[in-house]
Antibody, heavy 117, light 106 residues
């Protein structure tokens, strides 16, 4: 069974930085696009960023462009999200999600990011 | 940007009821639409892709239909395990979700 395990969330002050990680197993990680999707407390789902299987292409939500960077290490079967200049509105549960034909077929359990002073 | 609008936002129903949730896209997305189920404190789970294709392992009481700008998710006979929030998501141009429909016990 596909497993995606996120880590790296926590409490950070506005303007601070955080790096999220997602460890993948039980599928050929290097063959698939991967994503970060977030959900603010009590709110709906919002796609944040994704990266092509070989790392050659990335896409971002407009509100995070220039602040967040997605990356991957296929040898380590890991996905990352470097988040800089964090704002209160970035507070959310962040999910790692695998693409299949450009929809999300598997999700991790999420890691909570809280931006507050 | 393509906006997705679900209705209703909340739906009260009883076990055994037939339930229909509607999702409308702000422009045509062909059949590039998925549906997810999310329970409190859990990650979303894929139910339907390409508007009407049932994901493996998902009960056949779930079905999806539609194309272009209007789509529906139908649960033919609501079961206790189905009380949850449901999201539609388009993947025609980037990736956007509807605001969700909470199915609660009547």
């Amino acid at each position: 069974e596909v497993q995606l395990v996120e880590s790296g969330g926590g409490l950070v002050q506005p303007g601070g930085s955080l790096r999220l990680s997602c460890a993948a197993s039980e599928f050929t990680f290097s063959n698939y696009w991967m994503n970060w999707v977030r959900q603010a407390p009590g709110k709906g789902l919002e796609w944040v960023a994704n990266i092509k299987h070989d790392g050659s292409e990335e896409h971002y939500l407009d509100s995070v462009k220039g602040r967040f960077t997605i990356s991957r290490d296929n040898a380590k079967k890991s996905l990352y999200l470097q988040m800089n200049s964090l704002r209160a509105e970035d507070t959310a549960m962040y999910y790692c999600a695998k693409f299949r034909d450009f929809y999300f077929d598997y999700w991790g359990q999420g890691t909570l990011v809280t931006v507050s002073s | 940007d393509i906006q997705m609008t679900q209705s209703p936002s909340t739906l009260s129903a009883s076990v055994g009821d037939r339930v229909t949730i509607t999702c409308r896209a702000s422009q045509s997305i062909s059949n590039w639409l998925a549906w997810y189920q999310q329970k409190p404190g859990k990650a979303p789970k894929l139910l339907i892709y390409k508007a009407s294709s049932l994901e493996g392992g998902v009960p056949s009481r779930f079905s999806g239909s539609g194309s272009g700008t209007e789509f529906t998710l139908t649960i033919s006979s609501l079961q206790p395990d189905d009380f949850a929030t449901y999201y539609c998501q388009q993947y025609d141009s980037y990736w956007t979700f509807g605001q969700g429909t909470k199915v609660e016990i009547k």
